[in-house]
């Protein structure tokens, strides 16, 4: 069994829509979890970072971690044409939280 | 500042060859990961580096070497390729090793072992 399970899409809404991505996974002690977009053809880069449980607010994004059901989820607000790309969760455990775990990624397509 | 760089941007090799894939940053960060993607698999951690002269293992290390002697600089070497080393390579760097600073990442390279 994989440490982080993602549906990988692709997920394809209208421009405006609200966008929910999630990502389980197994590892109780994971508490740092992360999620990153990557464009095509380049390199990850961080959107947001939470710790533990709870949400977090940044902009059009919130991330949510539920601990309990280890589950986290990402939400984008008025989706844009350019927030088209593949999103990936990420965590780590406070053990070793210089390894992190990525999840296969969703590839999501706001249309115009 | 250039970031974080790869080298080289495409490569093919064959079965049994070996190489090193080059990453460089001038931001002065400690902490330093290499990763590879697969398709339908997400990164996978391969090796990280805390401090120059401090490497460990990540999740997939086999078949792969490291070494960090300058801060800047850490080398991915593939010892003698195989097929199933053929994947997308990225590096990525931080300031702190500690709990998650934020990991820029490199252009990746793309590697096919024929």
């Known amino acids: 069994q994989k440490e982080v399970e993602q549906d990988p899409g692709p997920l394809s809404v209208p421009e405006g829509a609200i966008v929910s991505l999630n990502c389980t996974y197994s590892?109780?002690?994971?508490?740092?979890f992360m999620w990153y977009r990557q464009y095509s053809r380049k390199g990850p880069e961080l959107l947001m970072y939470t710790y533990s449980s709870g949400n977090k607010e940044d902009g059009r994004f919130t991330a949510q971690v539920d601990k309990s059901s280890k589950y986290i989820s990402l939400f984008i607000r008025d989706s844009q044409p350019s927030d088209s790309a593949t999103y990936l969760c990420?965590?780590?455990?406070?053990?070793?939280?210089?390894?992190?775990?990525f999840g296969s990624g969703t590839k999501l397509n706001v249309k115009p | 500042n250039a970031g974080v760089t790869q080298t080289p941007k495409f490569q093919v090799l064959k079965t049994g060859q070996s190489m090193t894939l080059q990453c460089a940053q001038d931001?002065?960060?400690?902490?330093m990961s290499w990763y590879r993607q697969d398709p339908g698999m997400g990164l996978r951690l391969i090796h990280y580096s805390v401090g120059a002269g401090i490497t460990d293992q990540g999740e997939v290390p086999n078949g792969y070497n490291v070494s960090r002697s300058t801060t800047e600089d850490f080398p991915l070497r593939l010892l003698s390729a195989a097929p199933s080393q053929t994947s997308v390579y990225f590096c990525?760097?931080?300031?702190?090793?500690?709990?998650?600073?934020?990991?820029?990442f490199g252009p990746g390279t793309r590697l096919t072992v024929l």
């Open positions: 590892n109780s002690a994971f508490q740092y």
């Open positions: 931001m002065n960060h400690e902490y």
């Open positions: 990525a760097s931080s300031y702190s090793p500690g709990p998650p600073d934020t990991q820029y």
């Open positions: 990420a965590m780590s455990d406070i053990y070793n939280f210089n390894k992190f775990y």
